[in-house]
């Protein structure tokens, strides 16, 4: 998994629910994002600047963060991010504090590799799930899970219980379809023309 360090300052949270939508309003305006981090002993309430995690978002990577608060550094992950409705601004981050000894749970990408059989027939790959749910120690989960396709032939499918990772647990269903090779009406035509 790919790292990037982040650095952000605490805030205070107001007792009154009015005060405390006026400073997160400020924050905002000031190009500020309000952020939680979760996991440790106490959950901590800071803000980062926008442009600080424009890498960290935009991104279909996933990544490790070394998040500094007010001098002191955390190692986390990306928990849950909410995004203004309309104009897609971010609205809140939330982080997880992660540790060396304790398994989390994360969603990785999949990236298919190598040339289906069933491709080369005239069939074309669909595939049916861009990520996977995994269980695992932070510094076992990988930036992606390769899943060779080779092998897979026309009209068939690859699915989440036909494949496994060391070090990690997939929590997806089991029956859930990872990729297919479908049928096309040039494979179609092509069998049609065989059987004559």
């Not at 981090?37 to 935009?58: C, D, I, K, Q």
């Not at 990785?108 to 595939?127: D, M, N, Y």
């Not at 989960?141 to 990772?165: A, C, H, Q, W, Y």
Request: charged share 25%.
């Amino acid at each position: 998994m790919k790292s990037i360090a982040i650095n952000g300052s605490s805030r205070v949270i107001a007792e009154r629910s009015s005060e405390q939508a006026r400073a997160i309003k400020e924050i905002r305006a000031n190009g500020g994002i309000p952020c939680v981090l979760y996991g440790g002993e106490t959950n901590v309430h800071f803000v980062v600047e926008a442009s600080n995690v424009r890498h960290l978002v935009y991104t279909p990577d996933i990544f490790v963060i070394d998040l500094e608060i007010d001098g002191k550094t955390t190692k986390a992950i990306l928990k849950d991010i909410q995004f203004h409705p309309v104009t897609d601004a971010i609205l809140h981050i939330d982080f997880y504090e992660v540790s060396e000894n304790e398994p989390i749970v994360m969603e990785v990408p999949i990236r298919l590799t190598g040339l289906a059989k069933g491709v080369k027939a005239g069939g074309k790959l669909q595939p049916q799930t861009r990520k996977l749910k995994v269980k695992a120690l932070y510094n076992h989960i990988p930036e992606r899970l390769m899943i060779d396709v080779s092998n897979l032939d026309l009209g068939k499918t690859i699915k989440v219980g036909e494949v496994s990772f060391e070090n990690l647990e997939i929590l997806n269903a089991k029956a859930a379809v990872i990729c297919a090779v479908r049928l096309t009406r040039a494979a179609r035509g092509l069998a049609g023309a065989a059987e004559k």
